[in-house]
């Protein structure tokens, strides 16, 4: 897994970034493997926010869960 970058410029001087800014790609190397970091489409985005919902309601459904079943044990 890729570590979350905090877009700003000393991680792009630091890391030996290259950006593309025709095509909007940034590209460096991890791990000796090169790495390539593209935009996500439009449908793209909207099925990564229904899966974020889903796994927030879920979260909150177990919070509920637990809260309950702690009340019902004291």
Do not use: M
Request: glycine residues 6%; charged residues 25%.
């Amino acid at each position: 897994a890729l570590p979350i970058f905090i877009l700003g410029c000393p991680w792009r001087f630091d890391r030996g970034v290259s950006w593309d800014g025709v095509t909007n790609r940034y590209s460096f190397s991890h791990c000796n493997k090169k790495v390539i970091l593209v935009p996500l489409t439009p449908q793209q985005v909207q099925e990564d926010q229904a899966r974020l919902q889903r796994e927030f309601e879920l979260g909150n459904e177990r919070k509920k869960e637990q809260k309950s079943s702690d009340l019902n044990t004291t």
